[in-house]
């Protein structure tokens, strides 16, 4: 990459990982302009590192690898704090390129003065030329006594084919990190991207703050990128996917932006069904975890991954079906407790699990996880079947959206009931009856009791069922041995 550059992009974990490789190389094929690149490696997935490593070295990038998962505005100060061009260029390790993006958000940059500059953003994939963001506005409204925020997506979902006339370069209230140039300057006087936005609404945080402090923000349809938003995706991307849209994350997000900038709430200009603001993100947060139902790691794919890997993939798989607090333990061979953490979120769940990994391999101790109790009444019920032959596993699978081989031959089976139609809930109670809590277990990876390290055998992320589903001959026989929660 030649030194004289203006530019220096910056790529982050958006919500996954397997699209990294081929949005890497778009940049690469797609660039002509001279630029800088700082790629950010949280938590990537081994499989994904090793591809990274070995093109930073070929392709002279800086790489800045750490252990454990961060969200997309940490990791984007962290690389910030980095550069030194007039530019930073934000994007997402999920975004395409096309020839001349880059050249043309400097431009435009250049010639306006824009404090930010946003591309014309589709989404998919770019031959499809379906418009996502056109430009962003925001609309302040006082509803009954209330200081609202609506968010106006210009031309959202719309085919480019079907526009009249070219759009043209245009002052807007926002863009969005899928893809955004930044003045490297702007972010020294307005101060860094605000990280306790974890999931939403970073994109307009910056278009306030940039207003406020008097800069402008531009959109340049003449720059065209794209994102592909899943599915599909890869096992090995669900641990991330479910912590950067887990529940923890988005109500931490949309309290956060609300308290700094005094509103009672945000949502989308149009919307014909207006709910409250925590329970519209609720909604929004469950099916955009659902997206990754049906992806389907099995023993073939998990053959050669690293213990704590499974271990988090198996967290994951709890969060896919709406579980987000754990208690955590480390045990001897007698079953004591030698150290635990309780009602851990799924941020620092992954953290500790890190860290009981370590220290549970140097004592050679058993980790424990035990998944609490839903906090809303609506979220699925989980049963647990215990003590299963490889018959019995076998019978259940069909249902279970997490195998594991607790010991040689012996199985354990998890099932997700949805409880959101009042005769499923009440089939479960009739059929297991009800329960307000589950003993831990060991974690998928870890070593039980020295002898026996732990198979994550199967997992079916979001996979749900409904109480007439579990009253099936062929479960009736394993109810005896079941824990629900």
Avoid at 146 to 152: N, Q
Avoid at 157 to 162: A, G, I, K, N, S
Wanted: aromatic residues 10%; contains cysteine.
């Amino acid at each position: 990459m030649a030194t004289n550059s203006e530019a220096t992009i910056v790529v982050v974990p958006r919500e996954r990982f397997s699209y990294a490789r081929r949005s890497l190389s778009s940049v690469f094929e797609n660039t002509t302009t001279p630029f800088k690149l700082i790629y950010v490696d949280p938590g990537t997935p081994s499989i994904v590192r090793k591809y990274l490593q070995e093109e930073s070295e070929r392709k002279n990038f800086k790489l800045l690898s750490r252990d454990g998962y961060i969200s997309p505005n940490r990791a984007r100060n962290w690389a910030w704090q980095e550069v030194q061009t007039k530019y930073t260029v934000f994007l997402d390790n999920d975004a395409l390129v096309t020839p001349g993006w880059l050249e043309e958000l400097v431009r435009c940059a250049d010639e306006t003065g824009a404090w930010v500059v946003g591309p014309l953003y589709l989404i998919g994939e770019i031959q499809q030329r379906r418009i996502h963001l056109a430009g962003g506005r925001l609309h302040e409204k006082q509803e009954h006594g209330k200081r609202m925020l609506y968010d106006e997506q210009y031309l959202f979902d719309t085919p480019l084919d079907d526009l009249q006339a070219p759009l043209e370069r245009k002052a807007w209230d926002y863009a969005e990190f899928h893809c955004m140039l930044v003045r490297t300057d702007v972010m020294e006087r307005i101060g860094p991207l605000d990280e306790e936005l974890r999931s939403l609404h970073e994109h307009i945080d910056l278009g306030l703050s940039v207003r406020k402090a008097g800069g402008s923000v531009f959109i340049e349809p003449r720059a065209l990128t794209s994102y592909i938003p899943p599915p599909p995706g890869e096992w090995w991307d669900l641990p991330y996917f479910m912590l950067r849209w887990s529940e923890e994350w988005n109500l931490a997000s949309v309290r956060r932006i609300n308290h700094k900038w005094g509103y009672s709430g945000l949502g989308w200009l149009g919307d014909k069904n207006p709910r409250s603001d925590e329970d519209t993100i609720i909604r929004f947060g469950r099916g955009h975890r659902r997206l990754m139902t049906g992806l389907r790691p099995n023993s073939d794919d998990l053959m050669s991954v690293l213990p704590v890997e499974q271990a988090e993939l198996m967290v994951a798989l709890l969060l896919s079906v709406d579980r987000d607090r754990f208690d955590l333990r480390l045990v001897n061979s007698d079953a004591n407790v030698i150290a635990s953490e309780t009602g851990l979120d799924p941020q620092n769940v992954f953290e500790k699990l890190r860290q009981f990994f370590l220290r549970a391999e140097q004592e050679r101790l058993g980790v424990l996880i035990q998944p609490l109790g839903p906090r809303r009444p609506e979220n699925p019920a989980l049963v647990r079947f215990d003590g299963l032959d490889s018959v019995a596993a076998n019978k259940i699978r069909p249902y279970s959206f997490l195998t594991l081989e607790v010991r040689p031959q012996l199985y354990q089976s998890w099932v997700a009931v949805d409880r959101s139609n009042w005769r499923s809930a009440e089939k479960l109670i009739a059929l297991v009856g009800n329960s307000e809590t589950m003993s831990p277990v060991p974690l998928a990876g870890s070593t039980h009791f020295q002898n026996h390290r732990v198979r994550l055998v199967e997992g079916l992320a979001g996979m749900l069922v409904t109480g007439n589903q579990l009253d099936r001959g062929e479960l009736q026989p394993y109810f005896k041995s079941t824990q629900v929660i």
